[in-house]
C-alpha cells in the first residue's frame, strides 16, 4: 500500500496556481525528494501533505485514510523545518519532549521516546543544554529529534540543512541517509540542491512551476532527463547544449555549424525528421580526453580556451560548432590553455531535445 498519496492536488493562492493537478505516490519505507528551484511550489505541497495548507482541489492519503480535511496532528506525520525554531528557553530535553507532554502521554513513555531518539541522533549529552549553547549542526539535529519523538511512520522534511554550512550539510545529509536506514519509515525531502536530491532519494520529483516535469529513480532523471529543463538542473557543473538541425535517415544526424555528430546507439523516442531544430546534450563528465577520446564514437580536435583546476579534477572550456562547450578531466592530465587536444564521446549517452518544445526526442 502506497504510504502517501497526493491525487489531482491544486493550489491557488487567489488567483494564482501554485500546484497544479499534481499525482504522487509514495511508496512505504520510500525516500522520496521534491526538487526543483525557488518559488516551483515544493514547500506549498508539503505543507498540503502535512495539513498546514487546505488544497483547493484534489485528495491526500496517508497511510490508505483519506487525510485531505484531517488537522495536521490527526495525520500521522511528524515534520522539520527549514528554519529549526527551537523554543530558547527550554532545554534539547524540554523541545523534545513539549510536544509529547502537550498531548498528555505518560511520563515514562516520554522518557523512553526522548532517549530513543536522543540516542538515534547522538544528542544524549546535549539534554540539559539551551539552543542558544548548541552548533548550528546541534540544533538541526534537535529539530530532527522533535520530529523523530512522534514515533509516526511518515516524515516531511522542508530543506532541513540549507542554514548550514557546507562540510556540515554533507555530515548531517549522510546521517540523515543512516537515520532512514534504520528508522525504515517513509520520508517525503524537499530541496533545491540536486546533489542532496540524488544522494538522498529512491525517487525524485522534479518540479517547475507548480507542474511536476519527471518522477523517478535518481539515475533514470540524470541520464534519461525527459526535457531541457530537467537535464539543465541535474548535473554539476550542467550538461552542454549544442544548438542545431537534425539530418533523417536510419541514424539520425546532427549538424551544428562545421560540426556532424552520428547518433548511433541513441535511442529516440520518435526518429525525428529532416529540418527539426534540436539541442544536443552532453554532460561534461561523459566527454573523454586524449586516448581515451580515440576509442568514442565521435571525437573531434578543439582548441583549449580556458581551464578551471578544481582539485581532484579540472574543468576545460572550448569550443564545438561554434558554441561554448565544457568538459571534466583528471587533474594529472588536465591539458592547457591554448593547447589543442582531442575530445570525444558516445553520443548513446547523449540527450537529445526538441529545440522548440524542449522535449527529449
Ligand atoms: N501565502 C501566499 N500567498 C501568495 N503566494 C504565495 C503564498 N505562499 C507562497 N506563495 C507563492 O507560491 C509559490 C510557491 O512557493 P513555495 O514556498 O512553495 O516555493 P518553494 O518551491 O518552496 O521555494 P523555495 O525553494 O524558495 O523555498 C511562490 O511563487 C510563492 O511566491
Ligand atoms: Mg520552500
Not at 546507439?265 to 529532416?274: I, R, S, V
Not at 594529472?332 to 558516445?346: H, N, Q, R, S, T
Request: include cysteine; hydrophobic fraction near 40%; proline fraction near 5%.
Amino acid at each position: 500500500m502506497a504510504s502517501v498519496v497526493v491525487r489531482d492536488v491544486s493550489l491557488n493562492f487567489g488567483a494564482v496556481e501554485v500546484l497544479k493537478s499534481l499525482n504522487i505516490e509514495v511508496e512505504q519505507g520510500e525516500f522520496l525528494v521534491l526538487l526543483g528551484p525557488s518559488g516551483c511550489g515544493k514547500s506549498t505541497l508539503l505543507n498540503c501533505i502535512a495539513g498546514l495548507l487546505d488544497v483547493t482541489d484534489g485528495q491526500i492519503f496517508i497511510n490508505g485514510k483519506n487525510v485531505t480535511w484531517e488537522q495536521p496532528k490527526d495525520r500521522g506525520i511528524g515534520m522539520v523545518f527549514q528554519s529549526y525554531a527551537l523554543y530558547p528557553q527550554m532545554s534539547v530535553e524540554g523541545n523534545l519532549s513539549f510536544g509529547l507532554k502537550n498531548q498528555r502521554l505518560p511520563a515514562d513513555e516520554i522518557a523512553e521516546r526522548v532517549k530513543r531518539a536522543s540516542e538515534i541522533l547522538q544528542i544524549e549529552p546535549l539534554l540539559k543544554r539551551r539552543p542558544s549553547a548548541l552548533s548550528g549542526g546541534q540544533r538541526q539535529r534537535v529539530a530532527i529529534g522533535r520530529a523523530l519523538v512522534r514515533d509516526v511512520d511518515v516524515f516531511l522534511f522542508d530543506e532541513p540543512l540549507s542554514n548550514l554550512d557546507a562540510k556540515l550539510r554533507n555530515e548531517l545529509r549522510v546521517e540523515i541517509k543512516r537515520l532512514h536506514q534504520k528508522l525504515a519509515n517513509t520520508m517525503v525531502y524537499v530541496t533545491h540542491d540536486q546533489i542532496e536530491a540524488m544522494t538522498l532519494a529512491d525517487r525524485i520529483a522534479v518540479m517547475r512551476n507548480g507542474i511536476i516535469q519527471q518522477l523517478d529513480a535518481p539515475q533514470a532523471i540524470y541520464s534519461r532527463p525527459v526535457n531541457r529543463f530537467v537535464a539543465g538542473f541535474i548535473g554539476s557543473p550542467g550538461m552542454n547544449f549544442l544548438e542545431g538541425t537534425i539530418e533523417g535517415g536510419a541514424t539520425p544526424r546532427f549538424n551544428a555549424g562545421d560540426t556532424t555528430i552520428d547518433t548511433k546507439g541513441y535511442e529516440f523516442a520518435d526518429k525525428p525528421e529532416t529540418g527539426t531544430k534540436a539541442v544536443f546534450g552532453v554532460r561534461p563528465e561523459h566527454v573523454m580526453l586524449g586516448e581515451a577520446a580515440r576509442a568514442m564514437p565521435y571525437t573531434s580536435e578543439v582548441d583549449i580556451e580556458i581551464v578551471e583546476p578544481m582539485g581532484s579534477d579540472t574543468l576545460a572550456w572550448t569550443r564545438l560548432g561554434g558554441q561554448n562547450f565544457t568538459f571534466r578531466t583528471d587533474s594529472e592530465y588536465a591539458p592547457k590553455e591554448g593547447e589543442k587536444v582531442l575530445i570525444g564521446f558516445d553520443p548513446a549517452r547523449a540527450s537529445l531535445f526538441d529545440a522548440h518544445t524542449d522535449i527529449r526526442l
